[in-house]
């Protein structure tokens, strides 16, 4: 089950099969690939999971077949390509696909007890290739290899430590800080977010000219004479 709130305009996706640690079956990779998608209205997502734990990796009573590689592909995709930042709010356990569902996000905000983990080496599995170089990427070259090749455990201090996670606290925290990313403009987010993920010189210089001519840029200057807060719109 997926649960969907709005919070003004962060919006917050939570994983809740308690039961499972949150573990990740077809439908339920399917129905957060949907609620991804349609919160791209809002300034900022939060993904977190119910019940003390993120995400203890993929359900393996239910993820037989092509069909969930297939899907889990595209709900990483989805996070990665939403417009606005996705904050993932971690705590318990991050394994496997749910290490992968964090490093798909934008920022991270974790508990010291989370831990995040690739534990696909004790079943004999392989995550794809993009979420080894983006694991590699974010956490750096010796920690991913620990992670992949002798499936170590990192625990939430140590993951902040190394920079996977931006900032240590709870879902509040990461509630918060979503709430002060929403206020920024969203075309400069936007525009960054697409440069960090690698998008072609041809794309980023079209969102950069076009953050250049907004309105919202009238207003952020106009706002700094004036001292006072911007009011952002997105045009």
């Known amino acids: 089950m997926i649960h969907r709130e709005r919070r003004g305009d962060v919006a917050v996706l939570t994983i809740d099969r308690q039961e499972r640690r949150n573990a990740l079956d077809l439908d339920t990779v399917r129905v957060l690939n949907e609620s991804v998608r349609d919160s791209h209205d809002a300034r900022c997502l939060v993904l977190t999971g119910a019940g003390g734990h993120f995400c203890a990796g993929a359900d393996l009573g239910g993820v037989e077949g092509e069909h969930f590689v297939e899907a889990l592909r595209n709900l990483l995709l989805s996070l990665t390509s939403a417009p606005h930042p996705v ?63 002798a499936a170590e455990v990192l625990g939430g201090e140590d993951a902040h430590r190394l920079g996977l996670v931006q900032r240590l606290g709870d879902l509040d925290a990461a509630l ?16 960054h977010k697409l440069a960090l993920n690698g998008a072609p010189r041809e794309e980023f210089q079209a969102a950069f000219d076009r953050a250049w001519a907004s309105e919202d840029l009238a207003e952020g200057m106009a706002a700094f004479r004036e001292r006072r807060t911007p009011q952002f719109r997105g045009r």
Do not use: N, Y
């Open 87 to 149: 904050v993932a709010a971690i705590d318990g356990a991050a394994l496997g696909a749910g290490t992968q569902l964090a490093v798909a996000c934008d920022l991270r905000v974790a508990a010291p007890a989370a831990k995040f983990g690739i534990p696909a080496a004790k079943l004999g599995l392989m995550v794809d290739h993009w979420s080894v170089q983006r694991l590699r990427a974010l956490a750096g070259e010796g920690p991913a290899r620990a992670m992949l090749l």
């Open 176 to 191: 918060a800080w979503a709430t002060e990313i929403a206020a920024l403009a969203p075309l400069s987010i936007a525009g």
